[in-house]
């Protein structure tokens, strides 16, 4: 399966416990055989793609990320990115896994 995670920043960059959660839930799907992409929508230090732990990491603007999740089987988001990623989930009609990490209604 192709995943695109849509997110704000990203490990090894920005290693709170969200992102670091996130992390090892698509390390776990890359060992099952799913290839997984990361989209990130903020600016980061790292301004070029990179793989982590097998996991294809694209900073903002060096990809489009639309396009990508266009081609994805499922994308994934939490945080910041939540609203954008529901409307391409529907433009796209792809399945949509929002992760909750709390209850902070925003």
């Not at 982590?52 to 639309?66: H, K, N, V």
């Not at 988001?77 to 990623?85: E, G, P």
Request: aromatic share 6%; glycine share 2%.
């Amino acid at each position: 399966m192709n995943i695109l995670a849509r997110v704000h920043l990203y490990p090894p960059t920005h290693c709170a416990g969200a992102e670091m959660m996130l992390h090892e839930l698509l390390k776990a799907l890359h060992a099952r055989g799913h290839r997984v992409q990361v989209h990130l929508s903020r600016f980061s230090r790292t301004t070029t793609p990179y793989i982590l732990d097998g996991i294809e990491i694209y900073p903002r603007d060096t990809r489009d990320w639309q396009d990508a999740a266009n081609k994805a089987d499922v994308l994934i988001t939490h945080l910041d990115n939540t609203s954008t990623v529901i409307s391409a989930a529907i433009a796209f009609r792809k399945p949509l896994v929002q992760v909750l990490h709390n209850t902070h209604a925003p």
